[in-house]
């Protein structure tokens, strides 16, 4: 079953796809995923283009703007050949470039992607991340001091 594929651009749909906490870690890279809202994915039929959408993205931690362009771009050529093939469509994919891409020999890199796309529809969204401060005024720090930031009375 081939499917189109397209590109995910904006922020806003690579946070929605982050925010269903749904993804599977490779050696190679990070695979999201997230069903598109209004579709049934597991439908024969999941939208009527059968469509896919697919980002990329590589923190600064990886390396510089030289080393995080070269995972970008093979990162682009495993997903170019495997995700017409294997991805679900109505479904929105982020592909997450990690340190050990740079290095990892490329049909290892399919192999990881292969794998990803199999598993990530029945992962179970992962715990949210205790690090990240929670929103709201009550987690609020300043939540007792006065206009000038001083302690309350």
């Known amino acids: 079953m081939t499917v189109s ?3 995910l651009k904006k922020r806003a749909e690579f946070l929605r796809v982050a925010g269903t ?9 990070i695979l999201q995923g997230a069903p598109r809202p209004g579709i049934k994915p597991d439908t024969e039929y999941a939208g009527e283009d ?4 697919v980002g990329f993205t590589v923190t600064k931690k990886v390396g510089k703007a030289v080393v995080r362009n070269r995972v970008r771009r093979r ?3 495993v997903a170019e ?7 679900l469509p109505g479904w929105d994919y982020v ?7 740079i ?3 490329f049909d290892k890199l399919i192999d990881d992607m292969r794998f990803a796309l199999r ?3 029945d992962a179970k969204p992962s715990a949210p991340d205790a690090r990240r401060p929670k929103k709201g005024r009550a987690n609020s720090k300043s939540a007792g001091s006065t206009k000038a930031g001083g302690p309350g009375k």
Do not use: C, F, Y
């Open 5 to 7: 594929v397209e590109r």
């Open 21 to 29: 906490r749904r993804k599977w870690v490779t050696q190679g890279l």
């Open 50 to 53: 059968r469509l896919v959408r």
């Open 75 to 77: 990162l682009r050529a």
């Open 81 to 87: 050949q495997l995700m017409s093939e294997h991805a």
């Open 95 to 101: 592909v997450i470039g990690r340190a050990q891409t």
């Open 103 to 105: 290095d990892r020999p």
């Open 119 to 121: 598993r990530v529809p």
